[in-house]
C-alpha cells in the first residue's frame, strides 16, 4: 500500500497500478482493512466476500438462527441489521428493552413463557405488539425446512439477492457454510481504480506497474497434489488435469514479466505467520538483487494517517492520545501514588454525588477494598457485561441466586400455609421442590441455564441446600413469623409478601451520613416482638474459623442488624448470623454493636479518604474476583497493584487497618 500511495503522488494513473499474487484470498482481509484506513479505492478483480459488507451480513444472521436455531443473541443481531424489514417494521423504536438482557431465549418454550407476560407499559410506545414480536418468532422458528419463506419475510434488496443466491449455491441446512464462499462485486470501476487480482487476472489485462506478492516455495507456485477420489495411479493427473495450478501458475509469471510495459515488484515473505522461516520461490531463480524491507523502516510515503504518525514519532508525540498514553505508562510504572492510579481533586462533585447516594451492603464493602474500583463502579457507572450464552455450568454468584430465590418462594408458601415454626420436615421439603419447579421456570425464560443434565444436578444442589437452610435445627422462637428477602432503605419488594415494617423508611448509619438499603435474606420475629434474628444465606464453603468483619469483606450481619434495630425499636433482642446449608455451619455474630462501633469508625474514615480524592487501589483490585481488572495493566496483581499497595496503604491511613481486622 506504500507502494501503491507512492506511485499515485508521482503523478502514476491509479489504471496503471496493479498488485497481485497466485492466491489472493489470503490476503483480502487484510487489504480490505488497509483500504478503509488508506482510502484509497482498491478495486477487488475478483470480488469481495459478501459477508464483509452489510447486506452479507443481514445475509448471514438470518442463517445463523435457520441454522442453529433462534436465541435472543441472534435475533439482537438480525434486528440490528434488519430494523426496517418485515416484521420488525412494525415494531416501534427501542423495542428490544423488553427482552430480558439475561435470558438466552433459545427453546420455544422460554419465547412463549415471555410473550405471555407482556403488557402494553412493557413497550416503548404503551401499544401491544405482542402479534407482530410473535409472528416474527414463530416465522423464524420453522427452520431451514422454510429458508426460502423466511428470507422471503425478512431481508429485501441485495441482502435478499444474496439469499436466493446462496440457496440456489447449496443446500438450506448448510447456508451459512454457503455463504461464507460467495462473492461480489465491490462497486469500483477498475479502469480509475488501483487492482487488488489474482496473477491469472493480471495475466489476461495487463498494468504499467505491477507488485507481484508471495513468492515463496509451494506458495508460487502452488503445490499439486493427486486428486482424492481419483488416485494418479487409477488416472495420471496429466490426463486428469491438462494444465495443473503448478503449471498454470508459472505460465501466468511468466506473461506478466513480458507483458508489463514499466515496472514489476517481486515480493515475498521471510518468514511465516507462526515465525517459521520461509523458503523462496523458484521463480526467482537468477534474481538476488533484494531490498529488506523492514517492517518498522521509516516509509517515503505513508499509506495512511495511522502510518503517518507511526513514521514520525517526534509528530505522534505531541498528539494529545499519546501523551495521555505515555504519561498513563509512565506513572504505572512507579512506585509512588499518581492521577492515574486515582487520585482526584478533594471535594469533587461526582465523588460527593455517590457517597451521598443510598449504599448497600457490597458498596460498602468495595469502598473499604477496593476504593478504585467504587469509583469506576458507582461514578462511571462500569459494568462487567453479562454473557446470554448458555454457560456449561452455573457460576457461584448463579448458583447463590438460584438458592435464595428457592428459599424465598419456599418460605413465603409455608408461611401461607400455617407457619415454618409449625412445618415439619416433610412440609418443608415439599414446599421446596414446588419452589424450585417454579423458580427454575422463571430461570429458564430470564437466564442463561446449563445443559439439561448439568441443570438438572444444579436444581437438586439448590433444593438440598434451601431444605437444609429451611430445616436448621437453631432456637426457635416463641411464636415466630419468618419472612424472606426483606427490603429496607427504601429499596421495593420483590413480591406481594407481607412486610415487616415501612420498607420506604431510610435507614441511616449513625456518625457516617451513610444511607443504606438492602435485601434481608431471613427474618424471624418472636410472637411478642421483643426478638429477632437475622439471618444471611451463603451457598459456597464456610471459613475456617470464627469471623467478625474478615477484613472487611463481612459486614452484611452486622449492618442488617443494624437495619433491623433502626426500624422495629431499640427495646428488641437482635442475633445475627451467617447460615452455610452446604455444611451446615451457623456463624452467629457476637456483640452486633461493638461490631457496629468498629465499622462506623472505618466508614467514616473511608469516606473522608474518597472525598479528599483518595481513589486508590486496595486489596481486592485486580483480584480473582474483580469483575473490572481488565481496565487495570495485564497481570496487575503480580506487578502493578504490588508495586502501588505501600503508598495506597499510607495514603488510605486509617481505612487500611480494616484489611487486618479479624
Not at 291 to 317: C, G, I, V, W
Not at 361 to 377: C, D, E, G, K, Y
Request: aromatic share 6%; glycine share 8%.
Amino acid at each position: 500500500m506504500r507502494w501503491a500511495r507512492s506511485l499515485l503522488a508521482s503523478g502514476v494513473s491509479p489504471s496503471e497500478i496493479a498488485i497481485a499474487t497466485a492466491s489472493p484470498a489470503d490476503y483480502d482481509d487484510h487489504f480490505l482493512a488497509l483500504r478503509a484506513d488508506a482510502n484509497i479505492d482498491l478495486h477487488f478483480v475478483h470480488g469481495v466476500r459478501t459477508i464483509t459488507t452489510r447486506e452479507g451480513q443481514a445475509a448471514a444472521a438470518l442463517a445463523d438462527i435457520v441454522v442453529r436455531g433462534l436465541s435472543q443473541s441472534r435475533l439482537r443481531r438480525l434486528a440490528a441489521l434488519c430494523r426496517d424489514n418485515g416484521p420488525f417494521e412494525t415494531l416501534p423504536e427501542g423495542w428490544l428493552r423488553v427482552l430480558p438482557t439475561d435470558a438466552p431465549l433459545s427453546t420455544p418454550s422460554a419465547w412463549n413463557r415471555l410473550l405471555a407476560r407482556l403488557t402494553p407499559e412493557d413497550w416503548p410506545d404503551g401499544a401491544d405488539h405482542v402479534p407482530a414480536l410473535r409472528t416474527a418468532v414463530d416465522t423464524l422458528a420453522k427452520g431451514s425446512d422454510a429458508a426460502s419463506e423466511i428470507g422471503d419475510a425478512f431481508l429485501k434488496g441485495r441482502a435478499l439477492a444474496i439469499w436466493r443466491k446462496a440457496l440456489l449455491a447449496g443446500p438450506a441446512a448448510s447456508i451459512d457454510a454457503t455463504l461464507e464462499t460467495l462473492k461480489q462485486d465491490d462497486g469500483l470501476e477498475a479502469c480509475v481504480c488501483v487492482a487488488w487480482m489474482p496473477a491469472s487476472a493480471l495475466a489476461a489485462s495487463p498494468r504499467r506497474f505491477v507488485r507481484l506478492l508471495g513468492l515463496n516455495s509451494s506458495r508460487w507456485p502452488r503445490g499439486i497434489a493427486e486428486d482424492r477420489l481419483i488416485p494418479d495411479h487409477i488416472i495420471p493427473t496429466p490426463v486428469l488435469d491438462p494444465l495443473p495450478v503448478n503449471l498454470a501458475d508459472r505460465r501466468d509469471f511468466e506473461t506478466i514479466i513480458a507483458t508489463t510495459a514499466d515496472t514489476v515488484v517481486l515480493s515475498r515473505a521471510r518468514r511465516d505467520s507462526d515465525g517459521r522461516l520461509l523458503g523462496r520461490s523458484p521463480l526467482l531463480a537468477g534474481r538476488s538483487d533484494e531490498t529488506y524491507l523492514r517492517r518498522n523502516a521509516t516509509p517515503a510515503h505513508a499509506f495512511s494517517e495511522t502510518d503517518r504518525l507511526m513514521a514520525r514519532p517526534q509528530e505522534f508525540a505531541a498528539d494529545p492520545q499519546a501523551v495521555g498514553a505515555q504519561g498513563c505508562w509512565r506513572d504505572w510504572r512507579r512506585a509512588e501514588i499518581t492521577p492515574h492510579d486515582g487520585l482526584v481533586r478533594a471535594d469533587h462533585p461526582l465523588v460527593l454525588a455517590i457517597l451521598g447516594g443510598t449504599q448497600s451492603a457490597s458498596s460498602l464493602r468495595r469502598l473499604l477494598r477496593n476504593p478504585l474500583s467504587f469509583v469506576w463502579v458507582y461514578a462511571f457507572g462500569w459494568r462487567e457485561p453479562q454473557s446470554s450464552a448458555e454457560p456449561l455450568v452455573l457460576d457461584a454468584l448463579g448458583i447463590g441466586d438460584l438458592v435464595h430465590m428457592v428459599l424465598d418462594r419456599a418460605l413465603r408458601d409455608l408461611e401461607a400455609g400455617g407457619g415454618l415454626a409449625s412445618a415439619d420436615t416433610e412440609t418443608i421439603e415439599a414446599a421446596v421442590a414446588q419452589a424450585a419447579q417454579a423458580v427454575a421456570a422463571d430461570w429458564e425464560s430470564e437466564r442463561p441455564v446449563p445443559p439439561s443434565v448439568i441443570w438438572g444436578r444444579t436444581l437438586d444442589d439448590a433444593r438440598v441446600m434451601a431444605g437444609r437452610a429451611l430445616s436448621y435445627g437453631d432456637e426457635i422462637l416463641p411464636g415466630a413469623r419468618a419472612f424472606g428477602e426483606v427490603p429496607f432503605g427504601g429499596l421495593e419488594p420483590k413480591s406481594d409478601a407481607e412486610t415487616p415494617w415501612d420498607a420506604s423508611t431510610p435507614v441511616t448509619i449513625p456518625d457516617t451520613d451513610f444511607r443504606i438499603a438492602g435485601y434481608i435474606d431471613r427474618l424471624d420475629i418472636s410472637g411478642d416482638g421483643k426478638r429477632a434474628l437475622v439471618r444471611d444465606y451463603k451457598t459456597g464453603r464456610p471459613p475456617r474459623g470464627e469471623i467478625r468483619l474478615n477484613g472487611g469483606r463481612e459486614l452484611q450481619r452486622c449492618l442488617y442488624a443494624f437495619a433491623v434495630k433502626a426500624l422495629l425499636g431499640d427495646d428488641v433482642a437482635i442475633s445475627a448470623s451467617l447460615l452455610y446449608p452446604r455444611e451446615p455451619v451457623d456463624l452467629q455474630l457476637d456483640d452486633p454493636e461493638a461490631v457496629l462501633a468498629e465499622i462506623t469508625g472505618y466508614l467514616r474514615a473511608a469516606r473522608s479518604s474518597l472525598a479528599g480524592g483518595a481513589a486508590l487501589p486496595g486489596p481486592d483490585t485486580g483480584g480473582d474476583y474483580d469483575d473490572l481488572a481488565f481496565a487495570l495493566p495485564a497481570n496487575a496483581s503480580a506487578t502493578y497493584c504490588k508495586r502501588k499497595m505501600p503508598a495506597a496503604t499510607e495514603r488510605l491511613g486509617d481505612v487500611a487497618q480494616v484489611w487486618e481486622a479479624e
